[in-house]
């Protein structure tokens, strides 16, 4: 790999080196995002609004089984980046081979799991009865090709973890073209309405991977990998597990808090069911520029970390912040005054665009504390203290949101803007939960030194 293209977080400015390699970072995650957005975009011009709800629904638990990969990858990204900033290019690689041989069997158990329960997840999410086949059929299709979406994850974690974050942008943006051209001929020409978003999906993916292999093979990394490290190394899976377990159990409970969150929605009705679909969409936009900043954070803080650099990560942890704060007001700003206009680029019915407007103004002030809280996050993260990260994320899904969401929904004549303020509200315990956990470990090293 051209050094170029890799970007170094252990010498110059801590700005620009976050700003280069986020920039790419905030690309793929746009482009990936679009990739459920298209669909609901797709099939709001040929379907109805039971095929929006499926699409809405299923797309956002296939978020979920996306963010739990990514979560689980981002200790591959740690502990290569780690071993990166120590220069040791053997280390390294032995760290890829063990990545690409746990993924291939999550993969594999993820398929067969999901594939056999697709019927009871429709249930549980208490998906409205006019879209439960549809978003069965979507979902089966989409379980299908699980091992693709691990692939792509597992490739842009590696990379990350090197410091390369332009090949993942090119990867995904070969897979958004693709699945743009097969949901308008899937859906648009073929009429195969949801089956056809799914299937749009599906091999757009499967072409990033193929493409993306091709492109690797003929790449110079500044690693040490060979085919006899495509193998499991006990040490360099305890660090990958060690990091990864704790952000992907956390990340699996923020998920789910959501799906329960669009299961209480679903009781409210078609829609509302609706319209929140359409709002999650809008929100997965919103929130890509603090996702950006966690993951560029957490390869940076990794980086310097093995550098022995521990002021240099903090003083990055400190820049992403404040960056990403600057941002996340124009955020709020587009979602609180401007949710009927993002709310209708992905559907024309003016009842769903209601809903999904009123979702994103209680929902919208959580653009500017998620950039926070997910500094905190990728810091911690870089760090490879992750169970502070992991407890976080739990007692707010578990204790805050789902219950807030749910008090919220039941008062009378309420609306999807009182249910949006759960998001906010467990976003506040959190940046208080880390700002607490921050000082102690700071006070713990001060006293060591």
């Known amino acids: 790999m051209e050094n170029s293209k ?46 929006i709800s499926a699409v809405g629904t299923g797309s956002s638990f296939m978020a979920m089984v996306t963010f739990i990969i990514t979560s689980l990858a981002m200790g591959s990204t740690v502990t290569i980046g780690k071993h990166i900033g120590e220069r040791n290019a053997k280390k390294a690689g032995d760290a890829i081979g063990t990545t690409i041989i746990l993924f291939a069997v999550i993969g594999l158990l993820f398929t067969l799991i999901f594939e056999l329960c697709t019927g009871f997840l429709v249930e549980t999410l208490q998906v409205p009865a006019q879209a439960a086949e ?35 942008l090119l990867f995904v943006g070969i897979a958004c073209v693709v699945n743009i051209i097969g949901d308008f001929l899937f859906v648009g020409v073929f009429k195969m309405d949801v089956a056809g978003a799914a299937l749009a999906t599906v091999l ?28 499991i190394y006990k040490q360099e899976l305890t660090h990958i597990l060690g990091t990864g377990i704790p952000i992907a159990l956390q990340e699996t409970t923020v998920q789910i808090s959501f799906l329960v969150i669009n299961s209480i929605v679903n009781g409210m009705g078609l829609m509302p069911s609706a319209g929140y679909g359409v709002a999650q969409k809008v929100v997965t936009f919103i929130m890509l520029i603090p996702s950006a900043l966690m993951q560029s954070l957490s390869a940076f803080v990794a980086q310097n970390i093995g550098a ?38 992905f559907t024309s019915d003016t009842a769903v665009i209601t809903e999904s407007a009123a979702y994103l103004k209680g929902f919208c002030s959580d653009c500017i504390l998620t950039c926070v809280l997910f500094s905190f996050i990728g810091y911690f993260n870089g760090c490879g203290i992750s169970i502070p990260v992991m407890l976080q994320g739990m007692v707010s899904a578990l204790c805050i949101r789902i219950p807030v969401s749910l ?27 880390f700002i607490i956990c921050f000082k102690i470990i700071s006070l713990k090293r001060s006293a060591v030194s």
């Open 6 to 51: 890799k970007t170094s977080f252990t010498q110059g400015s801590v700005g620009a080196a976050l700003v280069r390699f986020s920039i790419p970072v905030l690309g793929a995650l746009i482009l990936q995002a679009a990739y459920g957005a298209v669909d609901l975009l797709v099939i709001g011009m040929f379907s109805d609004a039971s095929g």
């Open 134 to 168: 549809k978003t069965i059929l979507y979902l089966h299709i989409c379980f299908g090709g699980i091992i693709v979406i691990i692939a792509y994850n597992v490739i842009s974690s590696i990379l990350r973890g090197i410091g390369n974050s332009n090949l993942p």
């Open 204 to 231: 757009a993916q499967f072409v990033s991977v193929i493409i993306s292999l091709f492109v690797l093979a003929r790449q110079k990394l500044e690693i040490t990998f060979t085919k006899n490290q495509l193998r």
């Open 308 to 345: 022995g650099k521990k002021k240099r990560a903090i003083q990055g942890f400190f820049t992403a912040m404040a960056g990403g704060s600057v941002v996340g007001l124009l955020m709020f700003c587009l979602g609180f005054f401007g949710g009927s206009v993002l709310s209708g680029i």
């Open 407 to 433: 008090y919220m929904s039941r008062l009378p004549d309420t609306t999807l803007t009182m249910v949006g303020l759960a998001a906010p509200i467990s976003s506040v315990f959190g940046i208080v939960f």
